[in-house]
């Protein structure tokens, strides 16, 4: 972050507040011209800092608003058995991110489901069938208390 300046990481917190933000209407948030705006943020996105821009789409509209958290525990933790693991929980949907982890379980899936019977199929369908899997321990959310998108800068 050496490389950022001030009107830099302002550009980048309106973006994650408003991605779909107008660049004269981020320029006059932040202090620039236009063009001088638009130049900035081309340079984030060609430096990496801006990875992507996306839509989030509410769950609870499409009935995938029940958050279950998944502990995966692997027989080895070679990287052979890593890399497959990893693989395969790429192929399941429902899948909102997967964390390698330091401490008693390999691996803490957060899937985003209907309901009890849909995590089941997922259960059988995915979950029971990934490669080198010993131990599955599962949570479910009761409510959402705070989530963001937005990092600290």
């Excluded at 996105?45 to 821009?53: M, N, Q, R, T």
Aim: charged share 25%.
């Amino acid at each position: 972050m050496e490389s950022l300046d001030l009107t830099d990481l302002r550009i980048l917190n309106e973006l994650q507040l408003d991605g779909r933000v107008s660049h004269a209407e981020l320029a006059g948030r932040v202090g620039l011209s236009t063009s001088a705006c638009h130049r900035r943020v081309r340079r984030l996105e060609a430096d990496g800092y801006i990875a992507g821009y996306v839509m989030i789409v509410d769950r609870a509209a499409i009935g995938r608003d029940l958050d279950v958290f998944v502990e995966v525990t692997l027989v080895s933790q070679s990287k052979e058995s890593l890399r497959l693991f990893e693989e395969e929980v790429g192929g399941c949907p429902e899948v909102m991110s997967c964390h390698l982890m330091a401490g008693d379980a390999d691996y803490l899936l957060h899937l985003a489901v209907k309901n009890h019977r849909d995590f089941e199929r997922i259960h059988n369908q995915y979950l029971s069938r990934f490669s080198g899997v010993s131990r599955l321990r599962s949570s479910f959310a009761i409510r959402t208390v705070h989530e963001t998108t937005r990092h600290v800068l």
